[in-house]
DNA sequence: CCGCCTATTATTAGGAC
DNA sequence: AGTCCTAATAATAGGCG
């Protein structure tokens, strides 16, 4: 500003920071009286000192406290909603997405299950009760194929194109606190469902290849 | 500034005024950067767009709530000295200047009651116990008088010059809590003391027309 | 640390488009 | 209203006492 231009970082001389600080605070408070002044605006500004515990209050504090609770009256009410207004559209594309992978994770699923038992169990018979150790393999097997599965699915979810925030405006309006709950919890559902080890298990426990058969052999 | 020196008032021009406002503004937030970068220095600035319901804050929502929760951290026992050391000087001047204004007023109704009783009650006698219709007429008439003459106490409060925020420094210390306390509490007991009819009726309920002559129509 | 000074940079009012 | 321009004012870094 003066006698030579001065770079914009942490001045680390501690008298020409302190008294640059004085300058320049100085400088602000008088630049938004000014500011208050001429345009007539309701403003505030609060500098805590270096290394002072107590911070200097513009205009006064009791004019700040006056300002601030403006400022935290409308917290949830309307920050919450400016949050969900921003992140809500983005849900909602998100679970929408998700009911897509889901839908294709199942057609997936059942096709590369068919392709498993096709390749890998060729000839046995799943007719009856089948031993466990076999059964156990299969499941296995089965479980690698889901955890690729579950990756590329992850992988694809990462490379979505999400909407940029600014393109975001106060078109969605959240329709009741119950839906937004409902959508919320949808997509961490979504993946705790696919624990193959969780569901696949217990048809192997109970003898249940006739039904494999029906579902996973019909073609 | 620039082609001309803005005089440090309100710009009645609208546009104008946006200009300005969104000019300064900016260079205010830049400013408030550089000063927190190069002294290294935690602060916060909140202003109130012309009209906008939602204020500018700087450095973010949620950096100012830090801030301001640190600023709340320490709510009566600091911001209350804080505000006495801003206030304080204010105080002070106002609490004196109240008292010239009791002082003013005692004379003003002393006066303004003595006209009163002449011209409202000439020739009629207060000696010994007066009816009591005759006595809340007066009483009455003399609760006008006091209303008029606080509006006027008022609107001379009001019209009295405050010093300005930038003449007020930090040269009055605190003496102790309980002065502090004794002048704040000052201005406010001035305006209750002054209800006519809680002090001025009882005088007529006890036959107390020797001391009304005693006060008011000695001259 | 504080005030004062001044060369220099930064901000901005007013206009033009 | 928003952008660029420019003259003019305002802020201030670095010295000095």
Same mark, same amino acid.
């Given at each position: 500003m003066s006698r030579k231009k001065v770079k914009?970082?942490?001045? %680390?001389n501690d008298a020409a920071r302190r008294a640059t600080f004085k300058k320049r605070r100085k400088g602000m408070i008088k630049k938004a009286a000014e500011l208050s002044t001429l345009c007539g605006v309701n403003a505030c500004l609060i500098v805590y000192g270096? @290394?002072?515990?107590?911070p200097e209050i513009w205009p006064s504090a009791h004019d700040a406290a006056i300002v601030l609770s403006r400022l935290k009256?409308?917290?949830?009410?309307?920050q919450i909603k400016q949050m969900m207004n921003q992140e809500g559209f983005m849900r909602q594309r998100h679970a929408k997405l998700q009911e897509q992978v889901r839908k294709q994770e199942r057609e997936n699923g059942e096709l590369e299950t068919m392709l498993l038992l096709r390749h @890998?169990? +060729? @000839?046995? %018979?799943?007719?009856g009760v089948a031993s466990r150790s076999q059964l156990a393999n299969l499941a296995w097997l089965i479980e690698r194929k889901m955890c690729e599965m579950r990756r590329r699915i992850e992988s694809l979810r990462r490379s979505s194109v999400m909407p940029p925030?600014?393109? &975001?405006?106060?078109? &969605? +309006?959240? +329709? %009741?606190p119950a839906l937004e709950a409902k959508e919320k919890k949808a997509p961490e559902a979504a993946t705790e469902e696919l624990q193959p080890q969780e569901w696949l298990l217990p048809f192997f426990e109970h003898g249940n290849g006739a039904w494999l058969d029906a579902c996973f052999l019909k073609n």
């Amino acid at each position: 500003m003066s006698r030579k231009k001065v770079k914009l970082q942490w001045i %680390s001389n501690d008298a020409a920071r302190r008294a640059t600080f004085k300058k320049r605070r100085k400088g602000m408070i008088k630049k938004a009286a000014e500011l208050s002044t001429l345009c007539g605006v309701n403003a505030c500004l609060i500098v805590y000192g270096d @290394g002072e515990q107590q911070p200097e209050i513009w205009p006064s504090a009791h004019d700040a406290a006056i300002v601030l609770s403006r400022l935290k009256r409308l917290p949830e009410m309307e920050q919450i909603k400016q949050m969900m207004n921003q992140e809500g559209f983005m849900r909602q594309r998100h679970a929408k997405l998700q009911e897509q992978v889901r839908k294709q994770e199942r057609e997936n699923g059942e096709l590369e299950t068919m392709l498993l038992l096709r390749h @890998g169990l +060729a @000839g046995r %018979s799943m007719h009856g009760v089948a031993s466990r150790s076999q059964l156990a393999n299969l499941a296995w097997l089965i479980e690698r194929k889901m955890c690729e599965m579950r990756r590329r699915i992850e992988s694809l979810r990462r490379s979505s194109v999400m909407p940029p925030p600014e393109a &975001v405006k106060k078109e &969605v +309006a959240p +329709a %009741s606190p119950a839906l937004e709950a409902k959508e919320k919890k949808a997509p961490e559902a979504a993946t705790e469902e696919l624990q193959p080890q969780e569901w696949l298990l217990p048809f192997f426990e109970h003898g249940n290849g006739a039904w494999l058969d029906a579902c996973f052999l019909k073609n």
